[in-house]
C-alpha cells in the first residue's frame, strides 16, 4: 500500500483495521509518502486512518487478491 500526501505531515500515525475493527497494522509515517506491507493479509474491507497534528483521515479500502 502507497500512501501519498498532497503535502507534508510531519509526523503521523497509519493505521489499519479490517471489517471487525481489529488493528492489523500501525506504522509511523514522516513526511507526505509511506508504503505500508499488506501482503500478510486476507482480501477483504479495511479502515486506513492517517493521524497527524494537521488532524485524522479514515478512508475505507478494498484488499484484493
Known amino acids: 500500500l502507497h500512501i501519498h500526501s498532497g503535502h507534508q505531515l510531519g509526523h ?3 493505521t489499519v483495521k ?3 475493527g481489529r488493528e492489523v497494522r ?3 509515517m514522516e513526511g507526505s509518502a509511506h508504503d505500508m506491507d499488506l501482503s500478510d493479509q486476507p482480501s477483504g474491507i479495511y479502515l486506513l486512518s492517517v ?3 494537521q488532524g485524522t483521515l479514515t478512508q475505507r479500502m ?3 487478491r
Request: glycine residues 0%.
Open 12 to 14: 503521523a500515525q497509519v
Open 51 to 53: 493521524v497527524s497534528d
Open 18 to 20: 479490517d471489517a471487525l
Open 26 to 28: 500501525r506504522e509511523d
Open 62 to 64: 478494498v484488499l484484493q
